[in-house]
């Protein structure tokens, strides 16, 4: 048997066997014991993490769930949603929300809750996360001590959901329209508070409840007048047009501001009543009311016609009425509380009109602004309430009457512009006369008859030449916008303006006719007429396209037509600038290019385009040009060195530029074929002040390649209208030996970048 | 490994188990934000959604695989452990243990899917999938019943009570 060991161990070695003690506690409990434990521990976590229960009542819960909603305080979780129920009169909804530990102290007298909505309005977007995220609860404390538990939730978001240490105000007018929950309270263009309500009060009228912020209640006086701004003003006086608007949420709806224009009264108590005036000017006007008879109101309005002193504002129109037994107007003025004591038994109060007289316009500037009254303080001390107004009496003026001692002139044109009588003649920019008529002439032709003042009768001469003002001059260059007004009467129609170009000729006679140009640089352009040729004239205006020298426009162009599969322009330029008509002038159409190489002449897309000129270096002057194609004047101006580059085959053609290691240094000017036709030869133009670079050994490649990454593979594109629209010539001087380069000295040209070159 | 530590370990890993499959079940098991919408999914939760959306099939695949068989298990390895030694029922005990053994190379396929939805259900804003605190419960409960399974052996049935 197995058991009878051939080697029994000794004695000592053996041993007992006894059976497994049993009842020990296994080590294998530890996992239910582990598991009990983890458990536990989450639970007690939980519990440790939650706050007391909290009831809120709300008038309806739209998008509020439980075990999803959460409450939010500050921007964090400080609660989620448990249960969703109706009372038993199904009159509210009450919510329950658990709340956080940490938010335990949001459970406290006048906390508020609010459910919080998307709300997109032209004032405001909030709520945005809730579109996304659903809705949620909102709370703000307001550092209650006493613990409270149910709550009623506010039925929309308050307007500033963190701190509600406001003061509330009522303004009362009799018409409130834009103004709505949120139009923001300005104090001298502060925002200080809000619109929180627009509503009725017990007398029927409407009244707007503001709230000012905490920090700003003391800036309300109990004599702080409130005005409605607009949400756009535009303040119109002549030569200036200003906008004005006072916030960009204020474009929309406007706002309410208040200040006070007396002395300091005393700080306004939470719930006081103010009125609201309708504008700064009635704001300011709280003087006692002044009652002014005038004989008509036209041109009047009340609320809006100010009362002004030596121009100034200083009071407001509060109201007409007619008095129907004198058959009188009876205007209620206000003046300003500091111009109140000025309004005298002896002041006068004018009504001031546009009106036209020979002499010269008055009140133009009330055409825009309306009608004013002046008024002009007495010497008496004696208050008084009831005035008799004056009138600046209107006067018939007879545009088509002679002005005595002006000398009348005949404009013509092929089309006259839209000018009235009564529109002004300007010279250097004043007033020389004005347009009496206009008319078909003898010929059949549109004249006009303009009269020009005795004192510019003098400087109207035999050469003078007119053009037309037109109503605002756009002045456009190279990063300039320019507008340009020609004073307030020339706004809404122009004018016509004369000058004599050129050394003045003798005085012109009575009845002498001239022509009316289109514009001051077709009037100024008298030189010789040059025709260019253009093999492409688009966008050439006769009349508007001009020529410029470095810039600076010199000429314009009179005529445009199709000659011979070519389109001949015919300019002329101003006084001064007829060297530009020498042998060997060169012309270009500058338009807007746009190219991988950068934007050129974009400024001819708000300018239109124009013609570039180079003046040439023959000394006798030419009648007929050719145009140059683009990029070459800046060829014509370079000087330096020119070589010759020789390929078999190359796309490059005249205007390429070269670079050495990526700086352009030269232009490609020509491209002929070789004698043998076997060669291409390009006449490469290197700049003087780079020519040192230049050696015998120099290397020129067609550098046409846009090279590109694409993820790690390299990229090469060979297409050279990408790269510019001419090619590209690219040129390297090996360091070491080779002598100078001979000018004309002939070059093969590669058709790769060699690789012992710098990239 | 004696049968007897075979024995007491199996049935802590069992003990482990109940003690787990409660918040395995109670607590949510991910986290899944969709176009903002968070929503806090348990086992049974998840099942409820995808039956709300009229994917019955996959309802009913979710609720077996994740619910009723790890349920099973537990408690056909209780069965095992109480007739453990008595001579009655042998051969349905080793079937069950048997089927025991099969299904447990399946078991983890819930945490599998659960972690390839996370790591893959990443869309930025758009959508979310974040595993909870369930998750490891229902991976710990599978992990025990797992274990109990392969540590429990079929000879263990057919031992007489006396050897142990």
């Known amino acids: 048997?197995?058991?009878?060991?051939?080697?029994?161990?000794?004695?000592?070695?053996?041993?007992?066997?006894?059976?497994?003690?049993?009842?020990?506690?296994?080590?294998?409990?530890?996992?239910?014991?582990?598991?009990?434990?983890?458990?536990?521990?989450?639970?007690?976590?939980?519990?440790?993490?939650?706050?007391?229960?909290?009831?809120?009542?709300?008038?309806?819960?739209?998008?509020?769930?439980?075990?999803?909603?959460?409450?939010?305080?500050?921007?964090?979780?400080?609660?989620?949603?448990?249960?969703?129920?109706?009372?038993?009169?199904?009159?509210?909804?009450?919510?329950?929300?658990?709340?956080?530990?940490?938010?335990?102290?949001?459970?406290?007298?006048?906390?508020?809750?609010?459910?919080?909505?998307?709300?997109?309005?032209?004032?405001?977007?909030?709520?945005?996360?809730?579109?996304?995220?659903?809705?949620?609860?909102?709370?703000?404390?307001?550092?209650?001590?006493?613990?409270?538990?149910?709550?009623?939730?506010?039925?929309?978001?308050?307007?500033?959901?963190?701190?509600?240490?406001?003061?509330?105000?009522?303004l009362r007018s009799p018409a409130i329209s834009y103004i709505g929950r949120g139009t923001p309270v300005y104090h001298r263009g502060i925002k200080v508070g809000l619109v929180r309500t627009k509503i009725f009060d017990r007398s029927g009228q409407p009244v707007v409840e503001i709230g000012v912020a905490g920090e700003f209640a003391s800036k309300v006086r109990t004599n702080s007048r409130f005005w409605i701004l607009p949400a756009a003003a535009v303040s119109v006086s002549p030569g200036a047009v200003s906008l004005n608007i006072p916030s960009i949420e204020g474009v929309l709806d406007g706002g309410i501001a208040f200040d006070q224009f007396g002395p300091d009264g005393t700080e306004a108590t939470n719930g006081a009543t103010f009125d609201l005036a309708p504008g700064e000017f009635a704001a300011r006007a709280e003087g006692p009311l002044l009652v002014i008879e005038f004989e008509d109101c036209a041109g009047l309005r009340a609320g809006e016609s100010p009362v002004t002193y030596r121009g100034k504002s200083v009071g407001l129109l509060e109201s007409l009425t007619v008095n129907p037994q004198t058959g009188r107007v009876e205007a209620s003025v206000r003046l300003e509380a500091a111009y109140a004591p000025l309004a005298t038994e002896d002041s006068s109060f004018t009504l001031v009109r546009p009106h036209f007289s020979k002499k010269g316009l008055q009140g133009l500037d009330t055409i825009v602004t309306g009608s004013r009254i002046e008024f002009e303080p007495g010497k008496s001390q004696m208050a008084a309430t009831q005035f008799a107004g004056h009138e600046v009496r209107q006067f018939d003026w007879n545009p088509f009457e002679d002005d005595a001692g002006s000398t009348r002139v005949v404009l013509?044109?092929?089309?006259?512009?839209?000018?009235?009588?009564?529109?002004?003649?300007?010279?250097?920019?004043?007033?020389?006369?004005?347009?009496?008529?206009?008319?078909?002439?003898?010929?059949?032709?549109?004249?006009?008859?303009?009269?020009?003042?005795?004192?510019?009768?003098?400087?109207?001469?035999?050469?003078?030449?007119?053009?037309?003002?037109?109503?605002?001059?756009?002045?456009?260059?190279?990063?300039?916008?320019?507008?340009?007004?020609?004073?307030?009467?020339?706004?809404?129609?122009?004018?016509?303006?004369?000058?004599?170009?050129?050394?003045?000729?003798?005085?012109?006679?009575?009845?002498?006719?001239?022509?009316?140009?289109?514009?001051?640089?077709?009037?100024?352009?008298?030189?010789e007429p040059v025709r260019i040729n253009f093999a492409d004239g688009q966008g050439l205006l006769a009349g508007k396209t001009e020529l410029k020298y470095l810039g600076v426009p010199v000429g314009i162009v009179e005529r445009v037509r199709p000659v011979a599969g070519k389109i001949e322009a015919t300019v002329r330029f101003q006084p001064g600038y007829e060297f530009l008509t020498r042998k060997g002038s060169g012309f270009t159409l500058v338009k807007p290019e746009v190219g991988l190489q950068g934007v050129k002449g974009i400024e001819t897309l708000v300018g239109g385009i124009y013609i570039e000129c180079t003046p040439g270096s023959g000394t006798e002057s030419a009648e007929t040009f050719e145009a140059v194609p683009e990029a070459m004047p800046a060829l014509l101006k370079d000087t330096g060195v020119?070589?010759?580059?020789?390929?078999?085959?190359?796309?490059?053609?005249?205007?390429?530029?070269?670079?050495?290691?990526?700086?352009?240094?030269?232009?490609?000017?020509?491209?002929t074929l070789s004698p043998d036709g076997r060669q291409i030869r390009l006449t490469a133009r290197i700049r003087q002040?780079?020519?040192?670079?230049?050696?015998?050994?120099?290397?020129?490649?067609?550098?046409?390649a846009i090279e590109g990454k694409i993820w790690f593979f390299k990229v090469t594109f060979d297409r050279p209208e990408l790269v510019a629209p001419n090619g590209r010539v690219g040129f390297y001087t090996p360091a070491g030996a080779g002598g100078p380069a001979s000018p004309g000295q002939v070059f093969p040209l590669l058709a790769k970048q060699p690789r012992n070159t710098p990239q | 490994m004696t049968d007897q530590t075979r024995m007491s370990l199996t049935k802590g890993l069992v003990a482990a188990g109940l003690v787990l499959y409660i918040p395995a079940n109670v607590l949510p098991v991910m986290t899944i934000v969709i176009a903002g919408q968070v929503s806090d999914l348990t086992v049974l939760g998840g099942v409820e959604e995808f039956a709300q959306s009229g994917l019955m099939g996959a309802a009913g695949l979710i609720f077996l695989a994740s619910i009723v068989v790890p349920f099973l298990k537990l408690l056909s390895l209780c069965w095992l452990l109480m007739l453990h030694g008595s001579d009655r029922m042998r051969p349905q005990r080793m079937?069950?243990?048997?089927?025991?053994?099969?299904?447990?190379?399946?078991?983890?396929?819930?945490?599998?899917?659960?972690?390839?939805?996370?790591?893959?259900?990443?869309?930025?804003?758009?959508?979310?999938?974040?595993?909870?605190?369930?998750?490891?419960?229902?991976?710990?409960?599978?992990?025990?019943?797992?274990?109990?399974?392969?540590?429990?052996?079929?000879?263990?049935?057919?031992?007489?009570?006396?050897?142990?």
Request: contains cysteine; hydrophobic residues 45%; aromatic residues 8%.
């Open chain 1, 412 to 527: 013509w044109a092929e089309s006259l512009p839209q000018l009235t009588a009564g529109a002004p003649v300007y010279y250097h920019g004043m007033i020389a006369g004005r347009v009496n008529e206009s008319r078909i002439g003898e010929n059949g032709r549109p004249e006009m008859v303009v009269s020009v003042g005795p004192k510019f009768r003098e400087y109207l001469r035999v050469n003078s030449r007119f053009w037309r003002v037109p109503a605002a001059l756009v002045s456009v260059g190279p990063g300039v916008v320019g507008v340009e007004m020609q004073g307030l009467s020339a706004i809404w129609q122009g004018g016509v303006a004369f000058d004599a170009i050129g050394t003045p000729g003798p005085v012109a006679p009575e009845e002498t006719a001239f022509e009316l140009h289109v514009s001051e640089l077709a009037a100024a352009a008298i030189s």
């Open chain 1, 689 to 704: 002040e780079y020519s040192s670079l230049l050696s015998s050994n120099s290397v020129f490649w067609a550098d046409n």
């Open chain 1, 642 to 671: 020119e070589i010759v580059l020789e390929s078999p085959s190359t796309r490059v053609s005249a205007g390429a530029p070269i670079s050495y290691n990526h700086t352009e240094v030269g232009t490609v000017v020509g491209k």
């Open chain 1, 1 to 170: 048997m197995k058991d009878q060991d051939p080697n029994p161990l000794p004695a000592e070695a053996k041993a007992e066997i006894v059976p497994a003690r049993r009842g020990g506690i296994s080590w294998a409990w530890l996992f239910p014991i582990l598991a009990l434990v983890a458990t536990t521990w989450l639970y007690w976590n939980n519990w440790k993490a939650s706050g007391p229960e909290i009831t809120i009542c709300f008038d309806a819960a739209p998008g509020i769930e439980p075990a999803k909603t959460e409450l939010i305080y500050r921007g964090v979780k400080a609660g989620e949603v448990e249960s969703v129920a109706l009372d038993e009169h199904i009159g509210k909804v009450i919510v329950t929300v658990r709340l956080k530990k940490f938010a335990e102290s949001l459970a406290r007298v006048n906390t508020d809750f609010w459910i919080n909505q998307p709300v997109i309005s032209l004032r405001d977007i909030s709520g945005l996360q809730s579109i996304i995220e659903g809705n949620s609860i909102h709370a703000r404390s307001h550092g209650g001590t006493a613990v409270q538990y149910l709550f009623q939730g506010l039925p929309e978001a308050p307007l500033a959901p963190m701190v509600n240490q406001a003061i509330l105000l009522n």
């Open chain 2, 95 to 164: 079937k069950a243990l048997r089927i025991l053994h099969q299904i447990g190379t399946w078991s983890m396929i819930d945490i599998f899917l659960l972690s390839v939805l996370a790591a893959v259900g990443q869309l930025g804003i758009l959508a979310s999938v974040v595993p909870r605190p369930g998750a490891v419960f229902f991976a710990a409960v599978l992990l025990c019943t797992l274990f109990a399974a392969e540590i429990y052996q079929p000879r263990m049935i057919w031992r007489p009570q006396r050897a142990l």
